[in-house]
């Protein structure tokens, strides 16, 4: 698969899932660790699109792909910062 065949499946992954993730990360009712592994997966995302820039950018001329692999990384980079601030943090303290 093609560096550009890659980057257009990464696109739409993030262009079809990103409404649902805001949703379920908004949603009360949405338990913390469903949240986590939301969060976790968009980790993932991001290493796999960091990847990909660096592969673009390894191949000279390709600099409209590079732009496009640069917006993506970092719309999935806001995403999972969003998702990071929608999780509870629970301070346990010693009695």
Do not use: F
């Amino acid at each position: 698969m093609t560096v550009s065949q890659r980057l257009e499946n990464l696109k739409r992954v993030h262009e079809t899932k990103a409404p649902e993730i805001i949703r379920l990360t908004e949603d009360a009712n949405t338990p913390t660790r469903q949240k986590q592994v939301i969060y976790g997966c968009l980790n993932n995302l991001c290493r796999i699109s960091a990847l990909l820039y660096g592969e673009i950018s390894a191949e000279p001329g390709n600099y409209d792909l590079l732009e496009e692999a640069a917006e993506l990384d970092n719309a999935l980079v806001q995403l999972r910062s969003y998702v990071g601030s929608q999780i509870s943090l629970r301070m346990h303290s010693a009695a």
